[in-house]
């Protein structure tokens, strides 16, 4: 469970993170589409619904188990970059991957960060997901 519960904190950072890099790399036309809705986080402004269905918590436990996949390929990557743009870049790619990851289970981003955010600061979200993996 706490490595599930760090592995979402750390891919929730990753994902909030992605705007406010696609917003300070004006040279990358292809970042600036990626501001759109599909990196809102709803639950981090207190809009979040936390009766999610099963299905729902199946697909982001699928979800979770591709995207710490994905942070596990980019990790070293990331740390290793020899300078802070082509760790950005390294980080975008890695989002863009977990996008792609957590789309292609069929949830999508705003859903899956509630679940995350739920995850972490609600027990019985917490409880649900644990029972269900």
């Known amino acids: ?17 992605a705007p406010a890099m ?3 790399n004006q040279q990358e036309p292809a970042a600036q ?3 759109g809705s599909g990196y809102s986080d709803p639950a981090a402004a207190g809009t979040q619904d936390t009766n999610f269905s099963d299905a729902q918590l199946k697909n ?11 942070r596990e390929e980019y990790i070293q990557k990331i740390e290793a970059a020899d300078s802070q743009q082509k760790a950005q870049e390294l980080q975008m790619e890695a989002n863009d991957k977990m996008v792609s990851v ?7 981003i ?6 995350a955010t739920a995850y972490s600061s609600e027990p ?3 409880n649900r997901v644990d029972a269900l993996m």
């Open 1 to 17: 469970m706490n490595k599930l519960l760090v592995s979402v904190t750390a891919s929730l950072a990753l994902l909030a993170a």
């Open 22 to 24: 696609a917003q300070q």
């Open 33 to 35: 589409q990626t501001q």
């Open 60 to 70: 982001f436990i699928e979800a979770q188990e591709g995207v710490m996949e994905v």
């Open 102 to 108: 957590i789309e292609d289970v069929g949830i999508d």
């Open 110 to 115: 705003p859903t899956y960060n509630s679940i």
């Open 124 to 126: 019985k979200v917490r």
